[in-house]
C-alpha cells in the first residue's frame, strides 16, 4: 500500500494529513501518517496570545493522536533529522524523556510520497547576543517561556516600591508579529491590575518596538502601517524605525548608532528561515534562507515524490516574486497538495499552484484590527478596519478549524470558547 508521510502538522501540514486520512487512510486506500515533534498542535498565528496570556495551550491544543484517530492516519512522535532520497526513508532523532534520557532511540521510516511541512524559525541574521538573550516566537514552549518571564516581571513591578522602575520589553521587528504582541503586552496589563497585581496598569510599561526599515508593517500598504503605527504610539509603544540591532546584551539592545534600548525581556522577530538542517538536505535545491525550492506543482525541483508546503517551501509566482510566509498561503498550498497527491496517486496531471492574496490584517489586541482586503471586484486592495476587519481576521483561523474539524464541531468549539471567555479568567494567570 502506498505510503504518505506529512512531517510537520501545523498551519498547512495538518490541514493536508486530515484530508489525507479521511480520504485515503480511513478507506484502506493509502496509509498516512503525520510526524511532528510536538504532541499538539497550536495554530502558530496564536502564539503571541500565548505569549501573554490571553491563550493557554494546556487548553486550547489540539492532540494529535486524537486529531489521528479521528480522521484515519496514524502520528509518530519525533523530530526529522535526516532524508535519504534513495531508500526513500526519513530519519527521526531519539526521543528523551524530560530528564534527557533516551526513550526511544533513532528511527527511519519508508515513506512513498513525503510531504514537508516543518514550518520556519526566527532569522537573526548571526546578530551577536541574540540567541543568548532574546526569546523568539517559534513555538508553543518558547512563547510560554516568555509568557513565564512577564509573570514574573509583573510580579517583580508589583511587588516593588520603587516607582520610576519599569518593566522594560523591546521588540525587534514591526512585522505583524511584533506589531500583535506590543498591542496585546497592553491588554495583558489592563487585565492584570484586576486580578491583584494592583500598581499594574499601562505607564508600568516601558515597550520599545524596532524596525530597521523605515516603516512598520513593511509588507502592508502605506496607510495601514501608518495607522498601526499611530494606534501602537497612542497606546504608549515607542516604535523606532530606521534602527538597526547589531547586538543583545543582558542589558538591552545595541543600535548601529551605538545606544542601549535598555529591557529585561527582548523578542526577536525581524524574519524567517527554514531550520538549518534543512540546508541542501539530501541533495534537494534550497535558497538562501534554507527553503526548499519547488515547482508550481508544490514539488521538490530534483524530485518529484518530494511535496513541500508552507513556511519551508521556495516557491515562485508567475511574477517571480516567492509566495509570502503566512498562514494563508499554507492553507492554499496544503489544498493544492492534496489535489495533486491525489492526482498523482490516479496517475493524472497534476495542477499548478497560484498564490491567492485575500489580504493582510493586523489585530491590534481588542484596541482595533487594521488590514487591507484584495477585492475580486476591483483592482488592487481596500482598506478595512474595525468590526468588519476583526471578523475577517477571526474567519482565518476559523478555516483552519473547519478543515480540521468540519463545521459542526467547529460551531461547538465556538459555543464552548464562548461559554469559557464567561468562565475562565481572561488571561493564563500561572
Ligand atoms: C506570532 C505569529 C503571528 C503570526 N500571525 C500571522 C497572521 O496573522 N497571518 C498569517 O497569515 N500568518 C501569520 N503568521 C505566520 C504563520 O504562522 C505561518 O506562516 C504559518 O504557520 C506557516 O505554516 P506551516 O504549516 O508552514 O508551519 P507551522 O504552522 O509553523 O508548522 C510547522 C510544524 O512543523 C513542526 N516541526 C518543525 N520542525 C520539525 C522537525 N524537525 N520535525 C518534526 N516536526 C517539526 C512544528 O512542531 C509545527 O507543528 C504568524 C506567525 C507568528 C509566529
Not at 113 to 135: K, M, Y
Not at 291 to 309: G, K, P, W, Y
Not at 319 to 329: E, H, I, L, M, Y
Not at 389 to 418: D, E, K, P
Request: hydrophobic share 40%; aromatic share 6%; glycine share 10%.
Amino acid at each position: 500500500m502506498t505510503r504518505i508521510i506529512v512531517v510537520g502538522g501545523g498551519a498547512g501540514g495538518l490541514e493536508l494529513v486530515t484530508k489525507l486520512g479521511r480520504q485515503l487512510g480511513r478507506k484502506g486506500k493509502a496509509e498516512v501518517i503525520l510526524v511532528d515533534r510536538n504532541r499538539t498542535h497550536l495554530w502558530k498565528p496564536l502564539l503571541h496570545e500565548v505569549a501573554t496570556g490571553a491563550m493557554d495551550p494546556g487548553i486550547d491544543g489540539l492532540s494529535y493522536r486524537s486529531q489521528a484517530h479521528n480522521h484515519g492516519f496514524s502520528f509518530h512522535l519525533g523530530t526529522l533529522t535526516g532524508i535519504d532520497r534513495e531508500a526513500k526513508t526519513i530519519t527521526l532523532a531519539p526521543l528523551l524523556d524530560e530528564a534527557g534520557k533516551p526513550m526511544v532511540s533513532e528511527r527511519l521510516l519508508k515513506y512513498d510520497i513525503l510531504v514537508l511541512a516543518i514550518g520556519s524559525v526566527s532569522n537573526d541574521f548571526g546578530t551577536q547576543g541574540v540567541r543568548e538573550h532574546c526569546i523568539f516566537l517559534d513555538s508553543p514552549q518558547q512563547a510560554e517561556r516568555f509568557h513565564d518571564e512577564l509573570m514574573n516581571r509583573f510580579l517583580q513591578y508589583a511587588e516593588s516600591d520603587t516607582v520610576d522602575e519599569k518593566v522594560d520589553i523591546a521588540i525587534v521587528g514591526g512585522g505583524a508579529t511584533g506589531v500583535e504582541l506590543s498591542a496585546e503586552l497592553y491588554n495583558a496589563v489592563e487585565h492584570l491590575a484586576a486580578y491583584g497585581f494592583k500598581k499594574l496598569n499601562r505607564n508600568c510599561l516601558r515597550l520599545t518596538l524596532v524596525e530597521a526599515g523605515p516603516r512598520i508593517l513593511p509588507a502592508l500598504p502605506e496607510r495601514i502601517s501608518a495607522m498601526a503605527h499611530k494606534e501602537l504610539r497612542e497606546l504608549g509603544v515607542d516604535v523606532r524605525i530606521n534602527t538597526m540591532i547589531v547586538e543583545a546584551t543582558s542589558e538591552g539592545l545595541k543600535t548601529k548608532e551605538g545606544e542601549l534600548i535598555p529591557a529585561k525581556l527582548m523578542v526577536w522577530a525581524a524574519g524567517i528561515k527554514a531550520p538549518d538542517f534543512m540546508k541542501d538536505i539530501a541533495g534537494l535545491e534550497t535558497n538562501r534562507i534554507n527553503q526548499l525550492a519547488v515547482t508550481n506543482t508544490l514539488q521538490t525541483t530534483r524530485d518529484e515524490n518530494v511535496f513541500v508546503i508552507g513556511d519551508c517551501a521556495f516557491c515562485l509566482q508567475d511574477n517571480g516574486k516567492p509566495v509570502p510566509p503566512r498562514a494563508q498561503s499554507a492553507h492554499q498550498m496544503a489544498s493544492q497538495a492534496y489535489d495533486n497527491i491525489m492526482a498523482k496517486l490516479n496517475n493524472k496531471p497534476l495542477k499548478p499552484y497560484e498564490y491567492k492574496d485575500h489580504g493582510s490584517l493586523v489585530n491590534l489586541s481588542r484596541y482595533s484590527t487594521v488590514g487591507s482586503l484584495m477585492g475580486n471586484l476591483m483592482r488592487g486592495s481596500m482598506m478595512v478596519e474595525g468590526r468588519i476587519a476583526r471578523t475577517v481576521y477571526i474567519s482565518l483561523y476559523r478555516m483552519h478549524q473547519v478543515a480540521l474539524h468540519g463545521y459542526t464541531r467547529t460551531g461547538l468549539m465556538m459555543l464552548v470558547g464562548r461559554i469559557n471567555r464567561y468562565l475562565r479568567p481572561r488571561l493564563k494567570l500561572h
